[in-house]
DNA sequence: TTTTAGCACTCACTTTACCCGAGTGCTAAC
DNA sequence: GTTAGCACTCGGGTAAAGTGAGTGCTAAAA
């Protein structure tokens, strides 16, 4: 019989603790010390593991839902688990390939990408998709247009060196001269190309007076196209693949399935949600640019007892974007934050040919 | 003792029919004989409402979840409720000027506006308010316009009489002349202005080519823009208030509550299923435009249990959508059809407005 | 002939009791 | 330090019993 050293201790620990982790994950069910000894090579009688369980939990990685139960592993566990333990997967060769072609095949429409975006989410990871596409805000103005429709009704359309494209019909009470609308035109293309949207807005209000030195009445015009044209729009969330969830052991009682409804069903409280936690300091990892929050880590009570797993996308190295998936904190992180990594750089990079061919 | 002339006999079981609609409609519960005799004044014992009763289940109009249990209306009675009994409410005057109020301030952007009113169908029923705005095939052309953002890249805005409007960028391999851009620009707004989008693609398709006279090198390309931008889209569907029917004891047990989550998570499917129903003759009554729907009526078996009231919504006189409310069987049908029938006409109006003036 | 009272019967639902077994914590032996 | 043994816990499943709302039927009353 040896003694161990502190260090073993330590390292015997921590395999247990990942095996705990991963029957949990597997299994949905709390393991208990026997099943574990079992399964798992451990060489170590239930005895043994019971005393190392106890301990775990009395550092706070393992909780008993019930004295006659077996361990669950808590945020903190799972925490751990990310942080120290987990091997980043890859995804299979194919499955990359398969993605890969799709992507440059028919993502031509930025509506459609992002949509196509939250399925393929939710389908590598049979739980539920999303992703967020920011307002305008931040990105900037490339290109600016004004269509008179008819006299009275102006079309507006602000393209963004993200590629997303927002239009805006006008309609005023007397007949706009066309002359002044190719000077606004001009204007705008002249003065505001390349500035953020919000900034662009408050620019051309300020210069606004320029062009209507020359058509004095039409002031309030302008005013009110530059306000209703760049009035901020709050972004789009997709989500996709939210009955998956409903399948899983996790959510099965009345309650768990009530609040997760209703969590889902506020779409853009969710958007604005997972954008705020999303864009304060991630918690770190060896996770690239993949976040995950587990349980507690949301500050959304809804998210309580998920974990998200996302990351940003980027346009011209910029993030401009946010997608990634839900699910129980009883997740296969390795694969889930493959699966985001891969699939954030397929939307970059698909961006990338829809903005800069 | 009176004899009950055959007229009398069918008023009666008609009022009695009403009376157990209306009880269940409230409570949700099977209604019993005794429970129905003691609150509606139908001054008739028990027994004899149980021979009714009977009498009507026979007739289809009730069913017995089982034997000692009260009687539930069924499909049928519904539907007669639905087209012979049911006066159509009318809104409260409040709640309509309200809701006036609001479309005429706030309603600028048409994805704004069907948001609002999906938003706005759920919170006055109480359930789940839905709208469809089909794609662009049924729309027709209005106004074309070809922006270059880069010599290469091309926006193309296509403006539609019901006010939509659709962007698509295009990327081609090598810059677009000025001039060529011009011309097709020229051709396509002489061409197909008025045109149902459908038609003005293949219109486009056949045409190309007298353009492509002068520039034959760019055939291709003038193709390639008129099928990329000119390509289908299949319209949005807004779904809000999924939820709540949640909470509803209708939808209480496991089964009933994973199939409603996986119908509603399948939106692409259910905007399809709905605007193929609703497109088919609608069942008769006295509903104004508003269509009712009452459970096997819906072909789609995920609707087998619900109840759909629905109502197009009009642009120019042609009907170019369709909103309403997806709930239980057991709802309050003349509430639900006032309210779908006022939210209709104040989204034509809005959408009246936003095209007209 | 229609309505009503009376009564036996049904059947979902609830409550209670019970058992089973996985799992623990502790103690004492290895 | 590790393990075997053992009493104990407690959720979950199942069966039995009780409850009550509601029915269908029959026979009497109107």
């Given at each position: 019989m040896r003694i161990l050293s502190e260090f073993d201790q330590e390292d015997r620990k921590r395999k247990l603790l990942q095996a705990v982790i991963h029957e949990y994950i597997k299994t949905g069910k709390p393991v208990g010390s026997a099943h574990l000894a079992s399964g798992?090579?451990?060489?170590?009688?239930p005895a043994t593991l019971r005393n190392v369980m106890s301990e775990l939990e009395e550092e706070g990685f393992l909780s008993h839902p019930h004295t006659s139960a077996g361990r669950v592993p808590t945020d903190k566990a799972y925490r751990f688990y990310v942080d120290a333990i987990m091997d980043v997967q890859h995804l299979a060769r194919l499955e990359e390939e398969r993605l890969d072609r799709e992507y440059k095949a028919r993502m031509q429409e930025i509506q459609d990408l992002m949509l196509s975006t939250s399925k393929t989410l939710s389908a590598l990871s049979k739980y539920t998709g999303f992703v967020w596409t920011p307002g305008m805000e931040k990105a900037r103005l490339q290109h600016v247009e004004l269509i008179p429709l008819e006299p009275r009704r102006i079309l507006a359309v602000l393209v963004s060196d993200t590629g997303m494209v927002k239009h805006r019909i006008v309609s005023f009470d007397s007949p706009v001269p066309p002359a002044f609308l190719g000077d606004l035109r001009t204007l705008l293309n002249e003065d505001l190309r390349g500035k953020p949207f919000s900034e662009a807005r408050d620019t051309l209000m300020d210069h606004v007076d320029r062009i209507t030195q020359r058509h004095m009445d039409l002031m309030e015009m302008a005013r009110r196209l530059a306000r209703e044209a760049f009035s901020t729009n709050e972004g789009d969330f997709y989500l996709e693949?939210?009955?998956?969830?409903?399948?899983?052991?996790?959510?099965?009682n009345q309650e768990e399935m009530r609040s997760l409804v209703h969590l889902l069903d506020e779409k853009t409280h969710l958007g604005e949600m997972l954008s705020k936690e999303m864009g304060e300091t991630a918690p770190g990892g060896k996770s690239k640019g993949v976040m995950v929050r587990i349980g507690a880590e949301n500050k959304s009570p809804g998210l309580r007892n998920m974990s998200v797993v996302s990351s940003s996308y980027v346009v011209n190295g910029r993030p401009v974007g946010l997608l990634g998936i839900l699910g129980?904190?009883?997740?296969?992180y390795s694969r889930m934050v493959a699966v985001v990594d891969a699939v954030s750089r397929l939307v970059s990079q698909a961006l990338g040919r829809m903005t800069e061919k």
């Open positions: 798992y090579r451990l060489d170590l009688s693949g939210a009955g998956s969830l409903f399948s899983l052991p996790d959510f099965q129980p904190k009883r997740m296969e």
